[in-house]
């Protein structure tokens, strides 16, 4: 892994060295509320945040997005819509988001391909920014994360001091860094050390713990338990926990039609929602909050794992800091561990 430097006042220079062949898409502060835009200047850049509200799934994997559109009728007239080809940067991408991209390179791009997820997935580069003050629900050490890890980005930056110490962790990222490579000079063992300090300190930072050993086949014994009724009697069916989640995927098909048009649009869908599982016959096999509250769970701690040896976690925390009936997952695998069976 190459280790590089570059200097805060430069950091200008890159993003308007980036714009010239990329979209770059950065955290911005929109009415106090971070979020990830398309950006033109980086002025509009805001670093000076924990984590977004909405994860950058959304921009791979869009709450909203058109298959394709049709004339209706007799003889309907079906019309393809090009996939945006454009090569694009995620800059300051937290280490967490990008882990949950690499889960959802699991469903959009092992089975069935889905060319609307993969196409924006291989033409973009991520830039990583480490997580230097984890906020007081982060627990992304938890599931083999890290705050300051490049594991799943092709750039990594950490803050240390006046500069940023630039890790290097493929080749999408090599040939991006070389393209300016004027603007940034070796790593010297001081700035590694300073990286390393700053990576400790962080992960001493994360005070909160969640229990996953072995948790799919704990989940397994206590499918039937009452723990799920009394966790869920507080639950609003709300859904904040799944559309802030960066690895929830779920996803619904609709049909929108005019007199003379008509487009097939995928919007993004919770497990939350009654109608969610409703079959044609009207049978709903999940018709209390019960079962519903109890899926998500299990999609994420027991389901994914069996299916792709992972758990479809990140230890983000949004879920914990949004709900607004303060129901915690971490909380709730850690009774789920110590259900008596």
Not at 40 to 54: G, T, Y
Not at 177 to 188: L, P
Not at 279 to 290: I, V
Request: aromatic letters at 8%.
């Amino acid at each position: 892994m190459d280790e590089l430097i570059i200097t805060k006042n430069k950091l200008k220079d890159v993003i308007n060295k980036i714009k010239l062949d990329y979209t770059i898409f950065a955290p911005t502060n929109v009415d106090n509320i971070i979020l990830y835009r398309q950006i033109n200047d980086f002025s509009e850049i805001s670093l000076d945040f924990c984590n977004s509200k909405v994860p950058p799934k959304s921009i791979l994997f869009k709450q909203t997005e058109t298959m394709f559109k049709f004339k209706p009728g007799v003889k309907a007239k079906i019309e393809s819509i090009d996939i945006p080809n454009s090569k694009n940067v995620i800059f300051g991408i937290r280490p967490c988001d990008a882990k949950s991209l690499s889960i959802l390179d699991n469903v959009f791009k092992d089975d069935y391909i889905d060319p609307y997820f993969v196409t924006k997935r291989e033409n973009t580069v991520l830039i990583g920014l480490s997580c230097t003050q984890p906020d007081v629900n982060c627990f992304c050490t938890s599931l083999d994360g890290n705050p300051a890890g490049a594991d799943d980005v092709d750039v990594l930056l950490t803050d240390i001091g006046d500069k940023y110490f630039i890790e290097i962790n493929s080749k999408k990222g090599s040939e991006l860094v070389k393209t300016m490579k004027d603007i940034f000079s070796n790593a010297t063992t001081d700035d590694k050390k300073k990286k390393q300090e700053v990576e400790k300190k962080s992960k001493d930072n994360i005070t909160r713990n969640m229990k996953t050993e072995n948790i799919a086949s704990k989940l397994d014994k206590i499918f039937e338990h009452d723990f799920w009724k009394n966790i869920s009697l507080k639950c609003l069916g709300c859904g904040i926990c799944t559309f802030q989640c960066p690895t929830c995927h779920c996803f619904d098909m609709q049909d929108e039609t005019t007199l003379k048009d008509g487009a097939r649009v995928r919007v993004w869908d919770t497990c939350m929602n009654p109608e969610y599982t409703i079959h044609a016959s009207g049978h709903n096999p999940r018709p209390a909050r019960m079962n519903r509250t109890r899926n998500r769970v299990y999609h994420k701690f027991n389901y994914y794992p069996k299916n792709y040896n992972v758990i479809a976690c990140v230890g983000c925390g949004r879920c914990v800091n949004d709900c607004p009936v303060n129901i915690d997952i971490i909380d709730v695998i850690n009774q789920a561990r110590e259900v008596k069976t």
